[in-house]
T-cell receptor, first 113, second 117 residues
Framework: RKEVEQDPGPFNVPEGATVAFNCTYS??????FFWYRQDCRKEPKLLMS???SGNEDGRFTAQLNRASQYISLLIRDSKLSDSATYLC??????????????FGKGTKLSVIP | ETGVTQTPRHLVMGMTNKKSLKCEQH?????MYWYKQSAKKPLELMFV???????ENNSVPSRFSPECPNSSHLFLHLHTLQPEDSALYLC????????????????FGEGSRLTVL
């Protein structure tokens, strides 16, 4: 069974803190990896892709370790607006030229003033 | 106009009712999806349509019946649902055949929150 496991939440952190989320995936043939963000009572939206070499987008850094099947997201200098649920997502080939995204349950972050 | 629009946003129905959820995408995408999001569970893929053809049915019970008349519209017809079917139903679209290996980007609607009494 293909699974994506994430840190249990919630994470409650003060403004300005650095917070890290971890994720593991079970399918070693997974092709690509992403973090999505879902605000309360809203739809998920792509936050960033995760590349093997690691990548950064402003205060957000994503890393991938294929050998350990592990993905991480680091948020520096947390803002109140970062409060959301962060979903780890893995893209797997499902046959016939089609790929399928498998979502983790998500980790809830609350940034406190 | 938002990229993916879902109606209704909220729906309450009895177990013997028949209702439909509607999704429309204005992004020119070729693939559309139905996902189910229940509390404390990951998003579950239900159906995938690529160029109006169903390419994925993740063992969804027949009381859920999808319909895709064209690449811009997707329906989910509901009939004799159970209380455990209460959830947020999310429609999404993407460019290309299914979700390409490189982009992995789905564009979601705001969802239809369904309550089955």
């Amino acid at each position: 069974r293909k699974e994506v496991e994430q840190d249990p939440g919630p994470f409650n952190v003060p403004e300005g803190a650095t917070v890290a989320f971890n994720c593991t995936y079970s399918n070693s043939a997974s092709q690509s990896f992403f973090w999505y963000r879902q605000d309360c009572r809203k739809e998920p939206k792509l936050l960033m892709s995760v590349y093997s070499s690691g990548n950064e987008d402003g205060r957000f850094t994503a890393q991938l370790n294929r050998a350990s099947q592990y993905i991480s997201l680091l948020i520096r200098d947390s803002k109140l607006s970062d409060s959301a649920t962060y979903l780890c997502v893995v893209n797997e080939y499902s046959g016939a030229g089609s790929y399928q995204l498998t979502f983790g349950k998500g980790t809830k972050l609350s940034v406190i003033p | 106009e938002t990229g993916v629009t879902q109606t209704p946003r909220h729906l309450v129905m009895g177990m013997t009712n028949k209702k439909s959820l509607k999704c429309e995408q204005h992004l020119g995408h070729n693939a559309m999806y139905w996902y189910k999001q229940s509390a404390k569970k990951p998003l579950e893929l239900m159906f995938v349509y690529n160029f109006k053809e169903q390419t994925e049915n993740n063992s969804v019970p027949s009381r859920f019946s999808p319909e895709c008349p064209n690449s811009s519209h997707l329906f989910l017809h509901l009939h004799t649902l159970q209380p455990e079917d209460s959830a947020l139903y999310l429609c999404a679209s993407s460019q290309g055949a299914g979700v390409t290996a490189n982009t992995g980007e789905l564009f979601f609607g705001e969802g239809s929150r369904l309550t089955v009494l």
